[in-house]
């Protein structure tokens, strides 16, 4: 497992292309999971200050998810049980508009068939963004249209939208999110960590 995480820390395939972005930074892999994990959160790439702090969602967005899952920072970040495993390691850096880059699809196909192998107590999945809902759920719908089928996953697992601040009108807009997803959420949740 430390060799696994070593060999991911080590990662320097996307060099060249981050390299190539407008932020012009270095790889900085931030692999974060436990074989004895018992909930995924499979998000999409870390953002600037997950590059900056080696410790994925210490931020706004962090903040925001945990308040969704019913957890507190203590909970989120025991790697004994909550493993987040992105579609890629690295933050991908910004385009010259100052958007995000996608996650460069070599890191999945990489990493993850390993480090899935790791992880054989996972009891929930929580699959945010689009990026991860295709791979994950093999779905092509829109993210919206994958959340609000959120109970066609269950039990195991649970689609939501990116918990960042840019994505406050979109929760305004669909404010089921809140009233029928977060409890069926919360509940998961618990039921996954108590196991």
Same mark, same amino acid.
């Given at each position: 497992?430390?060799?696994?995480?070593?060999?991911?820390?080590?990662?320097?395939?996307?060099?060249?292309?981050?390299?190539?972005?407008?932020?012009?930074?270095?790889?900085?892999?931030?692999?974060?999971?436990?074989?004895?994990?018992?909930?995924?959160?499979?998000?999409?790439?870390?953002?600037?200050?997950?590059?900056?702090?080696? &410790?994925? #969602?210490? *931020?706004?967005?962090?903040?925001?998810?945990?308040?969704?899952?019913?957890?507190? =920072?203590? /909970?989120?970040?025991?790697?004994?049980?909550?493993?987040?495993?992105p579609m890629a390691f690295c933050f991908p850096g910004y385009d010259a508009t100052g958007s995000d880059l996608p996650p460069p699809?070599?890191?999945?196909?990489?990493?993850?068939?390993?480090?899935?192998?790791?992880?054989?107590?996972?009891?929930?999945?929580?699959v945010i963004g689009a990026h991860a809902q295709r791979w994950h759920l093999g779905t092509r719908n829109s993210m919206t249209e994958?959340? &609000?089928? #959120?109970? *066609?996953?269950?039990?195991?697992?649970?689609?939501?939208?990116?918990?960042?601040? =840019?994505? /406050?009108?979109?929760?305004?807009?669909?404010?089921?999110?809140?009233?029928?997803?977060?409890?069926?959420?919360?509940?998961?949740?618990?039921?996954?960590?108590?196991?």
């Open positions: 497992m430390t060799d696994l995480t070593d060999h991911i820390r080590a990662c320097r395939l996307c060099a060249p292309r981050f390299a190539a972005t407008a932020t012009r930074h270095a790889p900085r892999p931030v692999p974060w999971f436990r074989p004895s994990a018992r909930l995924l959160i499979a998000g999409q790439a870390p953002g600037l200050q997950v590059h900056e702090k080696g &410790r994925p #969602f210490d *931020d706004r967005s962090g903040d925001r998810l945990r308040d969704w899952l019913g957890v507190d =920072r203590d /909970t989120f970040y025991d790697l004994d049980r909550i493993a987040v495993v699809p070599i890191c999945a196909a990489t990493w993850h068939d390993r480090v899935f192998a790791t992880l054989p107590d996972l009891r929930l999945r929580v994958t959340v &609000r089928a #959120f109970r *066609d996953h269950l039990p195991g697992t649970i689609p939501l939208p990116h918990p960042s601040w =840019r994505n /406050t009108g979109w929760l305004r807009k669909n404010p089921w999110f809140e009233t029928d997803l977060l409890p069926v959420l919360r509940e998961q949740v618990k039921e996954a960590l108590d196991a």
